[in-house]
């Protein structure tokens, strides 16, 4: 290893580190921050709560064991109604390319439904599944199966033409350009719509859970406004928000696993 490579490696070492102490120093004082706004009445502290009595709540619930069931329900849902969306729409997607004709005729059909707001269907989905976490997982699959064949039927039109010409010039099948050409090309923006579909299968369970739940963050969320607990409403917000980044970073390092492995 040269000098040169070396010094290099030290500054992209010492950069993440400066990056990553940063970010939680920008936490921290924003934190800081939001516990004095309150306590000096900067800010309505029975509006907008403050870090202390929020994490005095959480552990009080943790303690008790009713924060974690909440938890693991609402994980539960969202984890299902994601990997649903997603194989969902994939399936869709190599349906529609599969048959260029039946890709037309459904064309009109995507973009209205992807264009209609999901909630309007919240009380369609209540009447057909029931009140329980059928309807909530059909929510998230709703927002989260057009998306997710929009964007993977895009990749596989976007193939190079001239990869399938050279291919079925060897005499492949429709079959073998599509396991051969057109799925490997398209797995990275499959990968990047599991991405995306992280922060939709969220939204659709929070928006389910607002309509029918019994339990789960969203009810907690429901449950703290009718109550004027806005303390518990902000907990429970913040923890959507740190689960659905807890997700997102799993996919991602799944995403970077797989690029890792084909390189």
Known sequence: ???EYAKFLRQQRLLKLKITVTRWGLLVALLALWEAAARLNWINPFIFSYPSKIWELFIKMTLDGSLLDHTWITIWETVVGFLIGTISGTL????????????KVLDPYIVVFNSMPKVALGPIFIVTFGQGYLSIVMMALAISIVITTIVVYTAFKEVDANMIKMVSSFGATRRQVFQKVIFPAARPAILSTLKVNVGLAWIGVIVGEFLVAKSGLGYLMIYGFQVFNLTLVMMSLLLVSLLATFMYQAVALLEKHWQTWRD
Do not use: D, Q, R
């Open 1 to 3: 290893m040269s000098n």
């Open 92 to 103: 869709v997607a190599i349906v529609i390319w599969w048959s260029p004709f039946l890709g």
